[in-house]
């Protein structure tokens, strides 16, 4: 059994509506601003207790902890994340192009920073490969690598100290411009990275890691290429100087990676049924370490080692300030994309386990961690991939985790790091390279996005070639530019339809998918599915003008007998008052109408602004530009369903002069109702719909 709906009312127009159902207070906008602005500037404790909680969320949510029901998940979860940062954040120092030992100071003070101040209470912070790698081509690009250089030298000191000062001065930049953002509450910027870019952007930036780790895996003492196309650069490179492969860092790469990768995936596959996933990254490296420190690998066979890992706290020193206008550009990239792939994570976690994050917040938090990390020699940090879906798996609940894997690196800097001397450079690239399982397997999204939108699968694909084929910052700035040129495209040709109305209904639908609709006789009724604005006022125009059959022939020809019949109508009205008859067979509006409109089907035209979003100053002139040229060929012009924003500029643009105000209705079936007692009845105002 169906239900049924019968609807008796009065047909409504926009003046009739709001005199019936508006609001009569017109001063309510600028009240509640002066309210907001008063309350925004009130200081109480209770406003002061608010804020505190706001900007610093620990004192929100530390009160509220439930010891005894999250404590225990905290716990392994820091531990284990903990655990893997120490060859993670080596390994990505790599990338960076800096000493091992800012990796591990990069996987502290963000960490212990973000607890405080951020708002995602799955997330995991720290060294990430994408982020990494951008700022080593920065680094690399400003203090490149010499060929020849004794590591022990004075010099090498003095290289590592100009390297990790631009690395920390990039850190320094972000934090201040995710600050900046923070002030404006720029927060929604975000958005302009859609999912497909983000994907298409880290998939192909973990090309470019794994490019770059060639040579370490190899063994090859290499410079590196950065720009354009340094990605086939590296590649041959490599290929060229193959024959030079150091056969015992060849060795230890593939037995790592044959260790790695087969642990890595029972750890995937598994991570439901094992509670803590395999902590095979912090083993390999112990295990290696012992094995380069036994044999003796690296005088024996010239195998690149990690080196001095100083014991402590690093001093507080100041990055290399003189390099930001050299930076500048990079680090806006490097912001954006940190920012944009901490977000992510934070709202995907935060849905799956039904909590907020607030945007503007975690920028506060990833500006305080990056601002506040650089002067202690820290590169630039954010969300990770790896380490937040660990800490999930894990059991991680809370912020609070975040202490426990503070803890562990803590550790390492003050006891244990000295003791990875011997680690090969070979394991940390091993480490590199497997990290990256996520994002390779990200190209499983392409089917289901040619399935969904062709338009989104042409986004992934074009960031996903830019990126691999020229650069990592250029690539994200064609993809970028190139999804927000699909969004103009597609409001430039939005469809413009026709509307028909289904038999004993208030229902209009397009006529091409419907047809058991039907059209008004004598009314067009029209729907544009998009703004109208200065992009697409000349695709607007055609559309409309194709639709309702005015061309400028036609419109001329109706000019040119709209005068000769006013022409008729004044020399009629001269002479019936002369022989003192009144003759009024022309006078009526009416009477013109009808003697018009029976050489046209069309005698009045309906649009339907229910999907019309916003006009500006050129949609709304052109608006009226239609309204006269209906006007010329004696069709009536309606409106229906527009929203207080378009009715506004609408009639700021002047449009009631050329059309009657009482011809705007607020939906369309009241408009048909009065357009058609209009022509049954025009001399009785009759007001009813029935539906």
């Not at 010099?155 to 390297?163: C, G, I, K, T």
């Not at 194709?546 to 001329?556: D, F, V």
């Amino acid at each position: 059994m169906s239900a049924s709906v019968a609807v008796y009312r009065n047909i409504y127009t926009e003046d009739r509506f709001k005199q019936a159902y508006g609001s009569d207070d017109n001063t309510s906008g600028s009240l509640r601003l002066r309210e907001k602005l008063a309350g925004k500037c009130r200081c109480s404790r209770r406003a002061c207790l608010h804020l505190l909680r706001e900007r610093v969320p620990i004192f929100d949510w530390l009160p509220r902890y439930r010891l005894k029901k999250w404590i225990l998940g905290d716990t392994i979860g820091g531990l284990t994340v903990g655990i893997l940062h120490i060859p993670q954040g080596m390994a990505f120092a790599l990338l960076t192009s800096v000493a091992p030992i800012f990796g591990l100071y990069t996987s502290f003070f963000p960490v212990v920073l973000y607890m405080f101040f951020g708002t995602g209470r799955h997330v995991s912070t720290g060294t990430f490969a994408v982020v990494s790698l951008m700022t080593g081509s920065v680094v690399e690009q400003l203090v490149p690598t010499p060929l020849e250089m004794n590591s022990s030298s004075p010099e090498a000191a003095d290289f590592e100290a100009q390297r990790i000062g631009v690395a920390s001065a990039v850190a320094l930049l972000s934090g201040i411009i995710m600050l900046c953002m923070f002030g404006l509450q720029l927060g929604f910027l975000s958005t302009y990275l859609s999912e497909p870019i983000v994907k298409a952007f880290t998939s192909a930036a973990a090309f470019h890691v794994t490019v770059s780790q060639l040579q370490s895996m190899l063994g090859l003492r290499l410079p590196r290429h950065t720009g354009t196309f340094s990605l086939f650069k590296t590649l041959a490179s490599v290929m060229k100087n193959l024959p030079h492969t150091n056969m015992a860092e060849l060795l230890i790469s593939l037995v790592c990676l044959a260790v790695l990768v087969p642990i890595k995936e029972i750890n995937m596959r598994y991570r439901q049924r094992l509670r803590t996933p395999i902590p095979v990254e912090i083993l390999t490296v112990i295990i290696a370490t012992g094995v380069a420190y036994a044999s003796s690998l690296d005088s024996t066979y010239n195998i690149e080692i990690v080196g001095h890992i100083p014991a402590g706290f690093p001093k507080p020193q100041m990055p290399t300030l003189s390099s930001f206008p050299d930076i500048a550009g990079d680090t806006i990239a490097i912001t954006f994309v940190g920012y944009a792939v901490s977000v992510s994570l934070a709202m995907i976690y935060a849905d799956k386990h039904g909590y907020s994050i607030n945007p503007n917040q975690e920028l506060l938090a990833h500006g305080i961690s990056n601002t506040v990390s650089s002067f202690f020699t820290c590169f630039p940090s954010s969300a990770t991939l790896a380490t937040t879906n660990i800490l999930e798996s894990a059991g991680g609940y809370t912020q609070l985790s975040g202490l426990f894997t503070s803890l562990v690196v803590l550790i390492v800097l003050l006891l244990i790091g000295p003791l990875f001397y011997f680690l090969p450079k070979a394991v940390l690239a091993c480490i590199n390279v497997t990290s990256l399982r996520q994002m390779f397997l990200q190209f499983q999204d392409l089917p289901d996005l040619w399935r969904i939108s062709r338009i989104d699968f042409m986004v992934w694909v074009v960031t996903w070639l830019s990126v691999v084929v020229l650069n990592v910052d250029v690539g994200l700035a064609i993809g970028v530019v190139f999804s927000m040129m699909t969004v103009i495209c597609r409001t430039q040709r939005a469809g413009c339809s026709v509307l028909g109305r289904a038999s004993n209904t208030e229902i209009y639908r397009p006529l091409e998918n419907h047809s058991k609709c039907y059209e008004i006789p004598g009314v067009k009724i029209l729907t544009y599915n998009g703004p109208i604005y200065y992009g697409n006022r000349s695709f607007f125009r055609e559309e409309m003008s194709r639709l309702l059959g005015l061309t400028p022939e036609k419109i001329r020809s109706w000019e040119k007998a709209r005068k000769a019949l006013e022409k008729m109508e004044r020399e009629a009205t001269v002479s019936t008052v002369e022989g003192g008859i009144a003759n009024t067979s022309f006078s009526s509006e009416n009477e013109f109408f009808k003697s018009e409109k029976s050489k046209s089907d069309v005698q009045a035209v309906l649009i339907d602004c229910s999907s019309v979003t916003f006009v500006d100053v050129a949609g709304a002139r052109l608006f009226t530009q239609m309204c006269t040229e209906c006007h010329k060929v004696g069709v009536h012009v309606y409106l229906s369903n527009c929203n207080e924003s378009v009715l506004k500029i609408l009639t700021s643009s002047g449009l009631m002069t050329y059309m009657n105000p009482q011809h705007i209705f607020v939906t369309v079936h009241d408009a048909v109702m009065y357009i058609q007692q209009q022509k049954e009845k025009p001399t009785k105002n009759t007001t009813t719909v029935w539906v």
